[in-house]
């Protein structure tokens, strides 16, 4: 089976960034990124589209938040 996380020989390590987690945050599906890098992602694909509806998973393109203006959106990145 496949692991939500990539890991390397300090730990398990964020998928944008290849870093260690810095602050962790974990989306419905699983995947977990740091807080920092899942703020810049939503930032640009909002940027990129200012009628998106919906925000996905940048590995599984599952939907994390309905949409980018829901309180799950601010939940998510400020918890």
Do not use: W
């Not at 810095?22 to 599906?29: A, D, S, T, V």
């Not at 640009?44 to 309180?71: F, G, H, M």
Request: aromatic share 4%.
């Amino acid at each position: 089976m496949a692991s939500s996380q990539i890991v390397n020989d300090d730990g398990p390590s964020c998928p944008i960034c290849l870093g260690q987690f810095n602050i962790p945050k974990q989306l419905p599906c699983a995947h977990s990124f740091c807080q920092s890098c899942l703020q810049s992602y939503i930032s640009t694909k909002v940027e990129n589209n200012s009628t998106l509806k919906q925000i996905e998973c940048p590995l599984c393109k599952q939907v994390a938040c309905p949409s980018r203006n829901d309180q799950a959106t601010c939940q998510l990145i400020s918890n």
